[in-house]
């Protein structure tokens, strides 16, 4: 059976957002009972009658002001493995872009950190153009930039630190850079991390990225790889991104989700998160409030 998960950044979810909600299904298929509520106000579940998942999702989204929608089966909901993007999915920035601040170029690479995560350009080679005009950068610049810049994305630690206290592995795999994603990882409590070496030449940034790079094929890889050695199969696996290179990612997993995602990889994935915080996910895979880990 599906179920269609009702999930609203802020409480207001009632009684009439749940009936435009069943009278919308009811033209593809209708519901198969009540609804069941994971929290009164907040998150709901809908289980869905002879509707397929796009019918139900096309239905459904963007039917109520600032709810989520997320159409999926019923059995296998809580999966056993995440695989998530880092840079604007577990984190605020793109690192990047603000490391290019403090060399005072910030707007000709964030113009082309936005074209390559809209998919309009080759990820490995918009990677090199932009760290080769970071050369000579202070590597001084990299402890500032995480210190005054980076913060963690809302509910990116109870959603990692719930699914682990499930028995779910996490794996944090960024086509940004070690000195980054290592420590990102490590205070949100992924249980391992893959990302892009940034070279260094006496003290300071090389203007290159070591080989090989961590792309949207190694994000796929890194899902599958993961899988095998756990033994899942690919519908007991979760995957989160924001940009293009995470579209193969999101196409693989069980369930795939675009995060406040570019339109391309919106368009792309089985599900989208456009208006909650990543706790979302957590309702998403049944957890009601009081199973979350803080």
């Known amino acids: 059976?599906?179920?269609?998960?009702?999930?609203?950044?802020?409480?207001?979810?009632?009684?009439?957002?749940?009936?435009?909600?069943?009278?919308?299904?009811?033209?593809?298929?209708?519901?198969?009972?009540?609804?069941?509520?994971?929290?009164?106000?907040?998150?709901?579940?809908?289980?869905?009658?002879?509707?397929?998942?796009?019918?139900?999702?096309?239905?459904?989204?963007?039917?109520?002001?600032?709810?989520?929608?997320?159409?999926?089966?019923?059995?296998?909901?809580?999966?056993?493995?995440?695989?998530?993007?880092?840079?604007?999915?577990?984190?605020?920035?793109?690192?990047?872009?603000?490391?290019?601040?403090?060399?005072?170029?910030?707007?000709?690479?964030?113009?082309?950190?936005?074209?390559?995560?809209?998919?309009?350009?080759?990820?490995?080679?918009?990677?090199?153009?932009?760290?080769?005009?970071?050369?000579?950068?202070?590597?001084?610049?990299?402890?500032?930039?995480?210190?005054?810049?980076?913060?963690?994305?809302p509910g990116a630690t109870t959603l990692i630190r719930t699914m682990r206290a499930n028995g779910a592995r996490c794996v944090l795999v960024s086509g940004g850079f070690t000195v980054f994603a290592d420590r990102v990882a490590a205070e949100i409590g992924f249980d391992r991390a893959l990302s892009n070496v940034l070279e260094m030449d006496g003290g300071q940034l090389a203007g290159r990225v070591s080989r090989p790079i961590v792309d949207a094929e190694t994000k796929r890889r890194t899902l599958l790889a993961e899988a095998e050695a756990l033994g899942l199969a690919p519908h007991e696996t979760l995957a989160v991104g924001d940009g293009a290179n995470d579209i193969p990612m999101i196409q693989m997993a069980g369930l795939g989700v675009a995060y406040h995602a570019k339109p391309k990889t919106a368009a792309a994935a089985g599900a989208r998160i456009e208006h909650g915080d990543l706790t979302a996910l957590l309702w998403a895979q049944g957890y009601t409030r009081d199973q979350w880990v803080d």
């Open 1 to 153: 059976m599906l179920i269609a998960t009702l999930i609203a950044s802020e409480p207001g979810l009632a009684a009439r957002e749940i009936e435009t909600a069943r009278a919308a299904l009811a033209g593809v298929g209708g519901i198969a009972g009540e609804a069941e509520w994971l929290e009164v106000g907040l998150a709901a579940d809908l289980p869905l009658a002879r509707i397929d998942a796009g019918a139900g999702r096309a239905a459904l989204e963007g039917l109520l002001p600032g709810v989520d929608v997320i159409v999926q089966p019923r059995a296998g909901r809580a999966k056993r493995l995440l695989v998530a993007d880092m840079d604007s999915t577990m984190i605020t920035i793109e690192c990047i872009d603000e490391l290019a601040d403090y060399a005072g170029i910030k707007p000709q690479i964030a113009d082309v950190t936005e074209r390559a995560m809209r998919g309009e350009l080759d990820f490995e080679a918009a990677l090199d153009a932009r760290v080769a005009l970071l050369a000579g950068l202070d590597g001084a610049m990299i402890d500032r930039c995480h210190e005054e810049r980076v913060r963690l994305m």
